[in-house]
């Protein structure tokens, strides 16, 4: 059902996104300027959001209720060999509430929500958001993200240090549009019409005792 639920948000995305694309591409008088999506950014967007859609109906076709790795640790990386020292840890699952993390974290830091930040982030890296919404509130700038899709998320790093905390570092490439806004809802950064393939790479932490499914977001890097 959850997967079916997913198929759902995505195709509620799409809408939003076709309806940005009808507000750029329009209905406006000839006299008026317009501004286009340009060719190849159409078939961009078109491409990202055919594999996303693909993605999802492969993800709902084979789920099941767990990865299943080599039982021989010979056959297993570096980093599955730490995975599964995690207790109950499931790479599809924590792979799916990543991208959710994602997309919930950067909404939450363009809407300046710092409520909900301050429950996804450990102490230090909540501060260091907080300090950059201050200024951007301070200066009158608002940022706004058009989320459209991501080409890849994977594990790149699984450590479990002496405190018996897991850390997992994951890999996002995705596709955004990216602008800043002044007081006047003037662009002063970024492209309205320009879709960034963006790399991030957020860490993940959690203590291995514990019995909540939730992790800790702890860094971020570009």
């Given amino acids: 059902m959850a997967a079916y639920l997913d198929i759902l948000v995505l195709l509620v995305v799409v809408v939003l996104i076709f309806y940005r694309l009808r507000n750029i591409l329009g209905t406006q008088p000839i006299e008026e300027k317009r501004i286009k999506l340009s060719k190849e950014n159409a078939e ?7 594999n996303e859609a693909d993605k999802m109906q492969t993800a709902v076709a084979s789920e099941s209720p767990e990865e299943l790795l080599p039982m021989d640790d010979n056959e297993l990386s570096e980093t599955d060999k730490i995975l599964r020292q995690i207790p109950n840890f ?3 699952k924590f792979l799916r509430s990543a991208e959710q993390a994602f997309r ?3 909404t939450a830091f363009n809407n300046s929500d710092t409520e909900t930040l301050e429950m996804l982030l450990n102490n230090k890296l909540f501060k260091k958001f907080s300090e950059i919404i201050e200024n951007r509130k301070a200066e009158k700038i608002s940022a706004e993200t058009d989320f459209i899709g991501f080409d890849s998320v994977e594990i790149v790093k699984a450590t479990i240090k002496a405190d018996k905390v897991a850390q997992i570092s994951v890999e996002f490439v995705s596709q955004q549009v990216n602008i800043l806004r002044d007081a006047e809802g003037n662009v002063i950064k970024g492209d309205e019409n320009y879709i960034q393939t963006i790399t991030d790479v957020w860490t993940f ?4 005792s514990s019995v909540s499914p939730n992790w800790i977001l702890v860094s971020t890097k570009k």
């Fill in 90 to 92: 499931n790479k599809n």
């Fill in 205 to 208: 932490e959690k203590a291995i």
């Fill in 104 to 106: 919930i974290i950067t």
């Fill in 44 to 50: 961009k967007l078109y491409n990202i959001l055919k």
